[in-house]
């Protein structure tokens, strides 16, 4: 039986939903239709978060480190979650030009907060082929997770969720 994953991501001008699309897409193309829920954050609750031991989490970065506005009214919610025994993946949207000091920061928000309540983040990369300042997701050298630039390198963005996707559901226990 496959355990399914839950993706909740957050958008305002709409990137994040495609690319977090795509990313379901691959996924399954992986493990069948039945494998993955999706689901935007706007109004959602802890419990619909809880339900889930395997989640990735999508978010864009605004401005200077500005979370996106729907992840930002999630954080109480998010800290009554047990994420004991959950994995983490992150997948963020940063234009790393515009913002070099602050590419994909929201993702080192969440991710250290994931792992503060209990959580495992899993699904880190290679800071290579980027050229940013400073990313708060940046640790130890890589991402916590899959950092997209669809301003300035929508290139890449297929290769790096098809270099992503087995990496992530082999550490869901998946493949």
């Known amino acids: 039986m496959v355990r399914k994953i839950g993706l909740f991501y957050g958008t305002d001008t709409g990137n994040t939903e495609m690319v977090a699309k795509m990313l379901v897409e691959k996924i399954e193309e992986q493990l069948g239709s039945d494998s993955i829920e999706i689901h935007e954050i706007y109004q959602k609750k802890a419990d619909d978060m809880r339900a889930f031991d395997l989640i990735i989490m999508g978010q864009p970065t ?16 998010m800290k009554e979650i047990d994420f004991t025994g959950k994995k983490v993946a992150f ?21 250290d907060m994931v792992e503060q309540l209990g959580g495992e983040v899993v699904g880190h990369t290679s800071t290579e082929g980027y050229e940013h300042d400073y990313s708060k997701a940046e640790k130890d050298g890589q991402f916590c997770g899959l950092c997209i630039d669809v301003d300035n390198q929508d290139e890449l963005t297929e290769e790096r969720l098809d270099n992503w996707v087995p990496q992530i559901l082999a550490a869901f226990g998946l493949q």
């Not at 000091?101 to 991710?111: E, H, K, P, Q, R």
Request: with cysteine; net charge negative.
């Open 62 to 77: 605004w401005y200077d480190g500005e979370l996106q506005g729907d992840w930002e009214e999630f954080i109480p919610e």
């Open 91 to 111: 997948l963020g949207l940063g234009d790393q030009y515009g913002y070099a000091s602050y590419f994909c920061d929201s993702l080192g928000v969440f991710a």
